[in-house]
């Protein structure tokens, strides 16, 4: 699965740098409002060892970040209310230090 390679990866890199600042190193929060969607890549992260949280908006995002502080972040860019992007702005204007991937279904040009 793609998604478990990226993971892969930026868990390698996580695992060089200094954890002490993040609450729970290695954990990763899956957001995405497709339900279908986040149970399986949550599932496929569990399988492979992994500490995983979910939620299904950007809003709810936020808060499960300033609480947590997972080591990577998974968010849907297409989502209602809060897009991925207005979700990545608003955590790193908290001082989120978490490393993002930004991922989306649809095929479209976007500006960031």
Known sequence: MCC???VARC???LNE???TETKQAGSILIIEDDAELLSGIADALKT???TVATCTSGVEGVKL???NKPSLILSDINMPGMSGFQFLKEIKRLGIESRVILMTGFIKEYEV
């Open 11 to 13: 868990d390698r890199d």
């Open 17 to 19: 740098r200094d954890m």
């Open 48 to 50: 492979d060892g992994y």
């Open 65 to 67: 970040v300033t609480a």
């Open 4 to 6: 478990a390679t990226c």
